[in-house]
């Protein structure tokens, strides 16, 4: 006996749920992102912005760019964020945030974005988007870890010694000589 099409009680498709709740999940931690006052937590929620974001890249039909996602973002850049933060953060820090005091100029600019998201959204030919976005991850793919494979662990390598720097930079005693 196999799973349904359709969730009987609300007459839904499995992947139609999934997505509302991996979108509700995005949205809420993105809120969580910009109104959060302690900047780990900020960090966190960032994290969880993005991992809910590489699940609908899934949804979507492209696994290659869900799994940069939490490689590139979850990985290493929200993790050397916080390692940052952490390794940096003074006690005497403002009270009050530089984005937080912005909130009108924020809400102007996400009001217009919603409305450029839903015009393209409506102007959308959902019906070939999947193919397309299936052939097109392939295509990446196979272009990357082909044609690229140098440059792209060069980079790599690039990365993980800018964070090695960054560490080292931050743990020296404040009356040490920089070196």
């Given at each position: ?8 009680i ?13 979108a ?11 109104t959060?006052?302690d ?6 929620a960032?994290?969880?912005?993005f ?6 890249y899934?949804l979507?039909g492209?696994p290659?760019v ?7 973002y979850?990985g290493?850049?929200?993790v ?14 403002p009270?009050r945030?530089?984005?937080?005091t ?12 919603a409305?450029?998201i ?8 959902w019906?070939?988007?999947g ?11 196979r ?9 792209f662990?060069v980079?790599?390598v690039l990365?993980?010694?800018a ?5 080292f930079?931050a743990?020296q005693?404040?009356?040490e000589?920089?070196?």
């Amino acid at each position: 006996m196999g799973i349904p099409d359709t969730v009987p009680i609300l007459g839904m498709r499995w992947e139609d749920i999934l997505f509302v709740v991996l979108a509700g999940t995005m949205l809420g931690t993105g809120l969580l992102v910009v109104t959060m006052r302690d900047i780990i937590r900020c960090g966190l929620a960032m994290m969880a912005c993005f991992g809910a974001l590489s699940g609908l890249y899934v949804l979507a039909g492209a696994p290659l760019v869900a799994a940069a996602e939490v490689l590139v973002y979850i990985g290493a850049i929200s993790v050397l964020i916080l390692f940052a933060i952490m390794l940096t953060q003074t006690k005497s820090a403002p009270t009050r945030l530089v984005f937080q005091t912005q909130a009108v100029p924020a809400a102007i600019a996400s009001i217009v974005l919603a409305i450029i998201i839903a015009l393209t959204v409506g102007a959308t030919d959902w019906a070939s988007v999947g193919e397309r976005a299936a052939a097109a991850s392939a295509d990446i793919a196979r272009t990357l870890f082909s044609g690229y494979l140098l440059p792209f662990e060069v980079v790599s390598v690039l990365l993980l010694a800018a964070v090695i720097g960054g560490v080292f930079l931050a743990k020296q005693e404040p009356g040490e000589p920089r070196l």
